[in-house]
């Protein structure tokens, strides 16, 4: 398969992206497919951590395409997100033209407006052309961003192109391949979900998670992995503020792998959970009782 070629099936999807070390499950890898194969975006959502964001940087390694990510947030705005003119460029434009002598107002509201003067932003850049073929567009954490902005997006999720007021219509000459995400914060607009493919990635059964740590920590022994799973998917089975995700998991197993541990005591839990969790409040509660008591669960069956 070339660089830019797409899977022909849901299996090369799934080789594809394990040899990358990515382990999806087979419905994430089948709506993938499906949204690669009929160029459709892919909405995912679920909880921090788990694997949204990644696959779009997998897909872009894995197909040779360009990434462009759109880090959305409170206040992302036409500006930031899809284009800008460079005012600094045209006063001097306009400046040199006055110089010149050159008084056509016509002309010259005409020249300070082209392309040339045009600073494209992610959403613009998704739309050009590339010898790899079209990029993978990133829209990450689009809860995070205003209802305003949401609805934006709508023209572009369709038609795949953006109306420019001064220049006209800039359409892709193929669509992106486009993963959207969010963690839920707020409810996305069904009309923009409906002009997605969706799913929801949840957190690894314990088999799938161990298999995630032996890929992207090689180094950890088979029964200290074996324990941060056991560990892990423990505390998910209590009420934190934020139950780690599976990046937290690979952070903490790295953790482990570069201090050397050989298994999880108390001492080298309580040294190390802030890699695994995020919130003061959450690692005091981790303590005493609790933390031997999930430890004792962890570790006896290894």
């Not at 934020?242 to 998991?249: D, M, N």
Request: proline share 4%; charged share 25%; hydrophobic share 45%.
């Amino acid at each position: 398969m070339s660089a830019s070629a797409l899977p022909t099936s849901v299996d090369a999807l799934e080789q594809l992206l394990t040899s990358r070390g990515y382990l999806a499950e087979r419905s994430l890898a089948t709506v993938t497919y499906l949204a690669l194969r009929m160029g459709r975006p892919l909405f995912l959502e679920g909880e921090a951590g788990v694997g949204k964001t990644e696959i779009a940087k997998v897909l872009s390694a894995a197909l040779g395409r360009k990434l462009i990510r759109l880090q959305c947030y409170e206040g992302l705005d036409v500006a930031s997100a899809v284009y800008e003119w460079s005012s600094a460029a045209q006063m001097i434009a306009i400046r040199l033209a006055e110089a010149s002598g050159d008084t056509d107002r016509d002309q010259l509201a005409s020249d300070i407006f082209a392309e040339r003067f045009l600073i494209k932003r992610p959403l613009l850049q998704a739309l050009e052309s590339d010898v790899a073929g079209p990029p993978v567009l990133l829209i990450d954490e689009l809860d995070r961003a205003d209802e305003a902005f949401e609805a934006y997006l709508l023209e572009i999720l369709s038609d795949f192109q953006v109306t420019i007021p001064e220049l006209g219509t800039v359409k892709a000459p193929a669509p992106p391949i486009v993963i959207i995400t969010s963690n839920r914060t707020r409810e996305i607009h069904d009309a923009l979900k409906r002009r997605c493919l969706y799913h929801w990635v949840d957190y690894p059964t314990a088999d799938r998670e161990l298999a995630i740590v032996k890929s992207r920590v090689p180094n950890i022994s088979a029964k200290l992995s074996q324990q941060v799973v056991r560990f892990v998917q423990a505390l998910r089975n209590q009420d934190f503020y934020k139950s780690p995700g599976v990046a937290e998991t690979i952070d903490w197993a790295t953790a482990l792998s570069e201090l050397d541990a050989r298994s999880l005591t108390p001492q080298v839990v309580g040294d190390t959970l802030g890699a695994l969790l995020k919130y003061q409040d959450d690692i005091a509660r981790m303590q005493g009782d609790a933390l031997q008591k999930t430890l004792k669960e962890a570790t006896s069956e290894t």
